[in-house]
């Protein structure tokens, strides 16, 4: 297996570490602005005294295979540019939440909490979870197929009943609801101050009335999409992840929210929700281990 330099870049902090000799090293976490990228990873590497072949990127935004144009940072990756800039063998490109799914063969079941077992009928999976924006992948038939949907628009009207809200330009895209700055938006909205996603959430915990409100309704109108998405794609199990849900793990396993996932879908169809199985992903760099996975796939 050849040496590399695995990268996870989301959009606010970037996730790195070195696959050498069959070992993957320790996982560091930096925050770094666009125009540094390129010189951070040229420093990596002339830093790192072992000759490295191969770079893995995971990011979020949409792939071609080709490139990624992040979502939520002004940077356009081009692996042909970084393969020849850097003078590297191969630069390889996932989506951030395809990533998460590639991840899936190099974790075991410890890094899983069950939060609603079921009895699935087939392997199709959704993958989903809100941070700096929404990330949503599907595995279809073992296929892995990332998605940009929480850029779409459709939802948002329905969703902003939930927190007796009226329509609003503010929430044009469902992870303007659906992440970390939508749940600020959410809040200043709703009671006209602004607080920190961290600040919402942490208080949530503590039973505060007005952010509990908000994270309550942010989590009923996730299981809405979430059972969307498990009917339109027949996926019997469900696999949240990131940060935010993992925070939520005390509400999350509540009987209240697992009521939600029957309570928001036609009566006809709760048959499949009931066979569905949702999991925690509790891995804190899960971006990384879908990386080297990735990366094992194409040095075969």
């Known amino acids: 297996m050849r040496n590399a330099l695995l990268i996870d870049l989301g959009g606010t902090n970037l996730r790195y570490a070195f696959f050498i000799k069959n070992t993957l090293s320790e996982i ?3 925050k770094i602005a666009d125009e540094d990228f390129i010189p951070f990873l040229t420093k990596l590497l002339e830093e790192e005294k072992s ?4 770079l893995v990127i995971a990011a979020a935004g949409p792939n071609n295979q080709k490139s990624i144009n992040l979502t939520n940072r002004s940077l356009l990756i081009d692996s042909n540019e970084l393969k020849t800039r850097l003078k590297l063998k191969q630069c390889l490109l996932l989506n951030d939440w395809e990533a998460v799914a590639q991840s899936l063969s190099e974790l075991n079941q410890e890094c899983f909490l069950p939060l609603k077992s079921g009895a699935p009928s087939n392997e199709n999976t959704l993958l989903i979870g809100p941070g700096t924006g929404l990330g ?4 279809i038939k073992g296929q892995i197929i990332p998605t940009e949907f929480g850029n779409t628009f459709s939802p948002t009207r329905n969703m902003l009943e939930n927190f007796d809200l009226g329509d609003s330009k503010k929430f044009f895209s469902l992870e303007n609801i659906l992440s970390g700055p939508g749940i600020e938006k959410l809040y200043e909205e709703k009671f006209g101050k602004k607080l920190s996603s961290e600040k919402i959430i942490s208080s949530a915990l503590l039973g505060d009335k007005e952010d509990y409100f908000i994270i309550e309704n942010f989590l009923k109108a996730l299981v809405s999409i979430i059972n969307d998405l498990v009917l339109s794609f027949s996926c019997e199990k469900v ?3 990131g940060s935010i849900l993992n925070t939520l793990k005390p509400i999350l396993k509540t009987e209240k929210i ?3 996932f029957l309570s928001q879908i036609n009566p006809k169809y709760s048959p499949l929700i009931e066979r569905t199985q949702v999991d925690l992903l509790t891995e804190d760099e ?3 281990f879908g990386c080297l996975a990735f990366l094992k796939l194409n040095n075969r």
């Open 28 to 30: 560091t976490k930096e």
């Open 51 to 54: 000759e490295i072949d191969d």
């Open 136 to 139: 949503v992948t599907l595995i």
């Open 239 to 241: 696999i949240l992840g």
């Open 258 to 260: 697992l009521d939600y």
């Open 286 to 288: 899960p971006g990384i």
